[in-house]
């Protein structure tokens, strides 16, 4: 039966309203059918593998806590603000394949501990440093997201030599070139999930809000690099980004690799912020490629 007959005016008031009742449900089927942009949602974190080693290096007077997998040329993956190292859980088993991969704790994120100095990006970077020396490793390529992305051009800017070369996905040159996170629900279900990781893994389970506080304090006042800050790092380095980043605005992302010599501009397609968790055979395979890559 045609909707335009069963809507006709001879029917009853009683079956056209079931008729229209049945449009409506239908309609609404339809819609609720559509599959979710991977870019709007936040699979679960995932886990690492069981690790080559792991423990709590002492550093700049706290306790960082890491883990190492495979062997080969080593490269450090550095997470987000507010995350720890299990986001790492889907890239870590394949670049383990023909790397040593180290990952680690921010201070204050998981399993690190922290002191009272307040959080900064070069005081983070010196923490990078000082685990690369409690693991003998004199240089290495560093991944880093979000926060672990400033991190990352933070030491290829002052120690170079250290770095062979920086996938930096998600970084920020400055508070200007953050969105309000504020407004988007992915990110405001990160912040609610951190809250529980971080009561798992912190010593101290119950200072999350304080935690979130005094970061939110760094995001809003750091970095502050201008393009001649950026002009300076001669590291082999990607500027990368998602398509749908909830966070970072696509001109900053765009200043960044303009600015740095010789950088590469990478936008992943169909992800957010969380691009590591959303597609990670794509993230995986795009760091890869960025490993192997021979530079004349």
């Excluded at 936040?42 to 062997?71: C, D, E, K, Q, R």
């Excluded at 080593?74 to 790397?99: F, R």
Aim: one cysteine or more.
């Amino acid at each position: 039966m045609r909707l335009a007959h069963c809507l006709a005016p001879g029917l009853s008031f009683g079956m056209r309203a079931f008729f229209l009742g049945l449009l409506l449900a239908l309609v609404a089927s339809s819609v609720s059918a559509q599959p979710v942009p991977r870019w709007m949602t936040l699979p679960p974190t995932p886990s690492l593998p069981p690790a080559v080693s792991s423990g709590h290096a002492p550093v700049n007077g706290i306790s960082i806590w890491y883990a190492t997998f495979g062997s080969g040329p080593p490269v450090i993956l550095l997470h987000g603000g507010l995350a720890n190292s299990n986001y790492w859980g889907h890239q870590v088993p394949e670049l383990a394949k023909t790397h040593r991969v180290i990952v680690m704790d921010s201070r204050g994120h998981g399993r690190s501990t922290r002191d009272a100095k307040p959080y900064g990006y070069a005081l983070m970077a010196s923490d990078v440093l000082g685990l690369m020396d409690h693991l003998g490793v004199p240089q290495a390529a560093v991944v880093g997201w979000s926060d672990g992305a400033i991190i990352g051009l933070s030491l290829a800017m002052s120690h170079p030599q250290r770095v062979s070369r920086l996938f930096a996905f998600a970084a920020n040159s400055d508070p200007g070139g953050v969105k309000d996170v504020n407004k988007s629900p992915v990110f405001m279900e990160f912040i609610a999930r951190g809250e529980k990781e971080y009561e798992a893994l912190s010593a101290t389970p119950r200072e999350y809000k304080k935690f979130v506080e005094e970061i939110s304090t760094m995001w809003a006042t750091q970095p502050n690099w201008t393009a001649a800050d950026l002009a300076a790092i001669k590291v082999h380095t990607w500027i990368v980004d998602a398509d749908h980043d909830e966070a970072i605005k696509r001109e900053n992302t765009e200043f960044m690799a303009a600015a740095i010599p010789r950088a590469g501009l990478l936008l992943q397609p169909e992800v957010s912020h969380f691009s590591m968790l959303q597609a990670p055979q794509q993230f995986t395979d795009d760091v890869k490629r960025f490993l192997d890559r021979k530079w004349e």
